[in-house]
């Protein structure tokens, strides 16, 4: 099992840059697809970056070019630039293997004009 904690979190002013990162405890870390999830007020949860146990990024059209997603020993990083309006969220880091789903709590992202 992996328990997940997001932090860095904030108000920002769009243009601005913001690091999520996301702390892994738990056993098997190294096994875990892991992935950045946001959702706005309304709308439905939604994949923003994923970063695989073999390192092979993904990302939204929406983000591409200007998030990066990284992973260390038992930490995942979400680097955003450039944030926009329509960035604002609630982010959540998700870790998946064999079926198995884990979220951690999530962390508030504001952008502000």
């Known amino acids: 099992q992996v328990q997940l904690v997001e932090s860095g979190g904030g108000l920002v002013q769009a243009g601005e840059s913001l690091t999520l990162s996301c702390a892994a405890s738990?056993?098997?870390?190294?096994?875990?697809?892991m992935g950045w999830y946001r959702q706005a007020p309304g709308k439905q949860r939604e994949l923003v970056a994923t970063?695989?146990?073999?390192?092979v990024r993904e990302y939204a059209d929406s983000v591409k070019g200007r998030f990066a997603i990284a992973r260390g020993r038992n930490t995942v990083r979400l680097q955003m630039n450039s944030l926009k309006l329509e960035d604002a969220a609630v982010y959540y880091c998700?870790?998946?293997?064999?079926?198995?789903?884990?979220w951690g709590q999530g962390t508030q992202v504001t952008v502000s004009s």
């Open positions: 738990g056993t098997g870390f190294s096994r875990y697809d």
């Open positions: 970063i695989a146990v073999d390192g």
């Open positions: 998700n870790a998946f293997s064999g079926g198995r789903s884990y």
